[in-house]
């Protein structure tokens, strides 16, 4: 079955770096995400990405972070100056175009711990 | 902003005995997805509802879709060790939006 890949799957940071979260999403999905789970919390929300550019971005999604789409299969996130709440895991995922994202759900990696300290 | 509350937080049963946890959204929703995620996983797609009343099953788990298409809920009937995870409710207006999950634990 295929499935979104997420590198690194641990990431140690010191506050006020840069990081860069890593996924490839499944090859024929065009419509791409970003969530996060704080440590036992709910899964929020943070930006959806298609056709080369942002279609939603939630209030989480502020100047700090940025996604890009470097080549046709990986899809990053950025985060700029890493603040110790920022410490997450950080989920992609993808879904289906083909059949409209009406019909299908989104399919996750298994995340990205970002610890900073 | 699209709110989606899910209750009841936690639940603890004993195995064989039903669970169901409920979500409500502040907006209609175009549609409702479910999702599963065990400790230590990431959430993993259970199922999607989208029109109004619409009620579907998966083996021993019930879902529906309210008539307003804003609260939905998930049944399990006789629980199963294998039941235990967090199940999170995921409620599309715009963006997909997820409820805080309500985490089962199944005693044996």
């Known amino acids: 079955e295929p499935e979104v890949t997420q590198t690194p799957s641990h990431q140690v940071t010191q506050m006020g770096q840069e990081v860069i979260l890593r996924c490839v999403p499944i090859s024929n999905h065009l419509y791409f995400y970003w969530y996060r789970q704080i440590l036992g919390q709910k899964v929020e929300f943070l930006v959806s990405f298609y056709n080369n550019e942002i279609s939603e971005k939630s209030e989480i999604f502020d100047d700090q972070f940025s996604v890009e789409r470097p080549d046709g299969s990986n899809f990053t996130l950025k985060i700029r100056s890493t603040k110790l709440e920022d410490s997450a895991m950080y989920f992609c995922a993808s879904s289906d175009p083909i059949v409209g994202t009406e019909n299908y759900g989104y399919t996750f990696g298994s995340g990205t711990r970002l610890t900073v300290v | 902003g699209q709110q989606v509350m899910q209750i009841p937080q936690y639940q603890h049963v004993q195995e064989g005995e039903d669970f169901t946890t409920y979500c409500n959204s502040s907006t209609t929703l175009s549609n409702i997805q479910w999702y599963k995620q065990r400790p230590g996983g990431h959430p993993v797609f259970l199922i999607q509802?989208?029109?109004?009343?619409e009620v579907k099953k998966q083996k021993r788990l019930t879902f529906q879709f309210g008539e307003a298409k804003k609260n939905s809920s998930l049944h399990i009937t006789a629980t199963q060790t294998t039941d235990v995870g967090t199940y999170f409710c995921a409620g599309r207006r715009n963006d997909m939006r997820f409820g805080a999950g309500t985490r089962l634990t199944v005693k044996p």
């Open positions: 509802l989208v029109k109004s009343g």
